[in-house]
Nanobody, 121 residues
Framework: QVQLVESGGGLVQPGGSLRLSCEAS????????MYWYRQAPGKQRELVAV???????NYADSVKGRFTISRDNAKNTVYLQMDGLKPEDTAVYYC???????????????WGQGTQVTVSS
């Protein structure tokens, strides 16, 4: 079993910054893709950013140029640096990852519990 634990959410003023972290623990051999999703009240969960095991990244159009995803494979951790935050970035942010527990075993997708980000003056 694998656990994903997010941290770093909170209340920030428009234009401010936050850095989210998500650490994976448990029975881990390889972590493939690592993702950040968000869900605002009354809206569907949406993909914000992805980083693959080789380091390639992709972002939702709404956050390009403001958010940066990175990972530390030695720490099994993914980060989301959020700059230039806007009120419309307010949401619960979820970490997601494809994890293989042993070499040659198909990866399983896991979710974190979510962390609240509120952008308001």
């Amino acid at each position: 079993q694998v656990q994903l634990v997010e941290s770093g959410g909170g209340l920030v003023q428009p234009g401010g910054s936050l850095r989210l972290s998500c650490e994976a623990s448990g029975c881990i051999s390889i972590i493939y893709g690592m993702y950040w999703y968000r869900q605002a009240p009354g809206k569907q969960r949406e993909l914000v950013a992805v980083i693959l095991s080789g380091g390639s990244t992709n972002y939702a159009d709404s956050v390009k140029g403001r958010f940066t995803i990175s990972r530390d494979n030695a720490k099994n951790t993914v980060y989301l640096q959020m700059d230039g935050l806007k009120p419309e970035d307010t949401a619960v942010y979820y970490c997601n990852a494809d994890v293989s527990s042993r070499f040659g075993v198909r990866a399983v997708n896991y979710w974190g519990q979510g962390t609240q980000v509120t952008v308001s003056s």
